[in-house]
């Protein structure tokens, strides 16, 4: 039970720096629904956890890395070989944010565990456009 307390708190104290704005979030959704339910099965990720996104709740979790993995090979913006497509990432996630896509992909590109590489690059394109 302390567990589950505590990862709650670091969530949601995770979360709270971050504020983005439900016009982002939306347009997240729609540039990932396509792929959703195919990364789920792919990756075997918890399915609240990949619900729980769209409340920019990302928890440290391995399925959940490679769920975003997956999500963001199919976008077309993460290669099989890890390598960032810094223009999708923008046109997509970084609202056109091309000098933030490129901080991203900079920030990432060493990270040779895919998975983690994901999740870091969510993590970095969320706090780029935190509002």
């Not at 708190?9 to 997240?28: F, G, Q």
């Not at 956890?49 to 409340?55: E, G, H, I, P, Q």
């Not at 490129?102 to 998975?115: A, I, P």
Request: negative net charge.
């Amino acid at each position: 039970m302390k567990c589950i307390v505590l990862f709650t708190l670091l969530l949601v104290s995770m979360t709270a720096a971050i504020n983005v704005s439900p016009e982002k979030i939306e347009k997240w959704e729609n540039a990932i629904q396509p792929h959703v339910e195919k990364c789920k099965l792919e990756s075997n990720v918890d399915p609240v956890y990949a619900d729980r996104m769209k409340y920019l709740e990302f928890p440290k979790d391995q399925k959940f890395y490679c769920y975003m993995k997956c999500l963001y090979n199919e976008a077309g913006v993460i290669d099989a070989e890890g390598h960032v497509n810094v223009e999708e990432l923008a046109k997509k996630f970084s609202f056109g944010n091309l000098e933030a896509a490129k901080k991203c992909e900079d920030k990432v590109e060493t990270e040779k565990r895919l998975c983690e590489q994901a999740y870091e690059l969510l993590l970095c394109t969320v706090e780029a456009v935190s509002e």
